[in-house]
């Protein structure tokens, strides 16, 4: 049988256990969405870094690489750059 206490406890332990499963859930949502950029192909032109420069940078090596991001939120203007790419060189979804 649960007690009161128990039943407070579980109170105060569910939205905690909802918002870390909702996290995962968004994380993996977001992740799911995360452009990629072909580093063989790429031609370091920065034309992506130019149109979004919240997610791609042009790194050390002089290839475009894809920075932590909200990209569910920037979904249009990654299609923008992946369009813009001279070179094929961005999947996004
Ligand atoms: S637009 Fe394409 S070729 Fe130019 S830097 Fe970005 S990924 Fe590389």
């Known amino acids: 049988m649960?007690?009161?206490r128990q039943y407070l406890f579980?109170?105060?332990l569910c939205p905690f256990v909802l918002c870390v499963n909702l996290q995962k859930i968004c994380v993996n949502l977001?992740?799911?969405s995360m452009p990629k950029v072909n580093k063989e192909t790429c031609i370091g032109c920065g034309t992506c870094e130019s149109i979004c420069p919240e997610v791609f940078?042009?790194?050390d090596d002089g290839k475009a690489?894809?920075?932590?991001?909200d990209y569910t939120a920037l979904k249009d203007k990654i299609k923008e750059a992946a369009d813009s790419c001279p070179v094929d060189a961005i999947s996004a979804e």
Do not use: M
């Open 2 to 4: 649960t007690t009161n």
């Open 10 to 12: 579980l109170l105060n």
């Open 30 to 32: 977001s992740l799911e």
């Open 57 to 59: 940078k042009i790194g």
């Open 65 to 69: 690489e894809v920075l932590p991001a």
